[in-house]
């Protein structure tokens, strides 16, 4: 009988794999000015799952079921700062693709502006501690000179 259990196993994933996978019914139309805010909140919000795409963007199901938590934000008549807000406090700032200017993410905004002038002051630097020209040579120096130069090596 055990010979008969792995074909069994691989029929019953075979089946699994080609059941057809059930859409997300899609949320009822929106009026044309809610739509288009709802797309706007949608482009400046991040997908938690991609986390380069916007929730517009991504295919994702966590982000379709978020734009529908938009849309239906939306239809209760919900501003878009009070929408925004609710997803910053479920998911934190990093949800956002613009994270607001505060002291937490002052690095975020400054570091890369800090790194750049650190990266300026240590040219400067360098080429300031670099000789404006050389000293002349020496007569021993020259005399080395001349000989290597004489010898051909």
């Not at 982000?63 to 934000?73: C, E, F, G, V, Y």
Request: positive net charge.
């Amino acid at each position: 009988m055990r010979w008969l259990a792995a074909p069994l196993l691989a029929l019953w994933l075979a089946a699994w794999l080609a059941a057809p996978v059930q859409a997300q019914p899609p949320f009822p139309p929106l009026p044309p000015a809610l739509e288009q805010r709802a797309e706007r909140l949608a482009h400046g919000l991040r997908c938690l799952v991609c986390q380069n795409q916007s929730l517009a963007e991504s295919n994702a199901p966590l982000a379709h079921d978020m734009r529908n938590l938009i849309r239906s934000q939306l239809a209760e008549g919900r501003s878009d700062a009070q929408i925004m807000r609710f997803f910053e406090d479920r998911y934190g700032d990093f949800v956002r693709y613009e994270p607001p200017f505060k002291p937490i993410t002052w690095l975020l905004w400054l570091g890369p502006f800090a790194l750049l002038a650190l990266g300026f002051a240590v040219l400067w630097r360098t080429v300031a501690r670099r000789p404006r020209s050389r000293a002349p040579l020496t007569a021993d120096e020259r005399a080395r000179a001349a000989r290597y130069l004489d010898t051909g090596s």
